[in-house]
């Protein structure tokens, strides 16, 4: 227990560390898989490797599939994890004619892979605002993010 995290509520260090340990020994206990693996070193010739994730292969994958079918890439999306990491590895590519664009919604997300080159954001007008509110009722626009 970090000691220090916890010296104005010393329960609580106590209480998270109570159910840290029961949770590890429930899974070490619980023999909830019926079979075991042992992994044993790769034998690999020795060189440079590189660890990739699923998310960011796939997003090299768009890239590569862009590339040869001689287009630009674009991706609207909303994101939540585990696809937030295609949305941040895209936006590191932009040199390769790649454009992302992080919606504020799912829909907002959906609207803009469905039309990229054609769609313009608008905005409902704020609430209703009694008279006796000091600023004054009127439809609020804004300019559409920048996609590079």
Excluded at 10 to 30: C, D, I, R
Excluded at 140 to 145: E, L, N, V
Aim: glycine share 6%.
């Amino acid at each position: 227990m970090d000691r220090a995290r916890f010296k104005k509520t010393p329960s609580v260090g106590e209480a998270n560390t109570a159910v840290l340990k029961a949770g590890w020994n429930f899974g070490e206990t619980a023999e909830m898989f019926r079979t075991a693996y042992t992994v044993r070193p790769a034998t690999i010739a020795p060189g440079r490797y590189r660890n990739i994730t699923g998310n960011t292969a796939t997003a090299l994958g768009f890239v590569a599939a862009a590339r040869r079918a001689g287009r630009p890439l674009f991706l609207g999306s909303y994101p939540i994890t585990p696809a937030s990491d295609i949305l941040h590895e895209l936006s590191t590519l932009k040199n390769f004619d790649v454009y992302t664009f992080q919606a504020e919604d799912e829909i907002a997300g959906i609207g803009a892979a469905l039309a990229p080159r054609s769609a313009a954001p608008s905005r409902s007008p704020p609430p209703a605002v009694p008279a006796s509110a000091s600023r004054p009722r009127r439809s609020t626009w804004r300019s559409a993010p920048s996609c590079r």
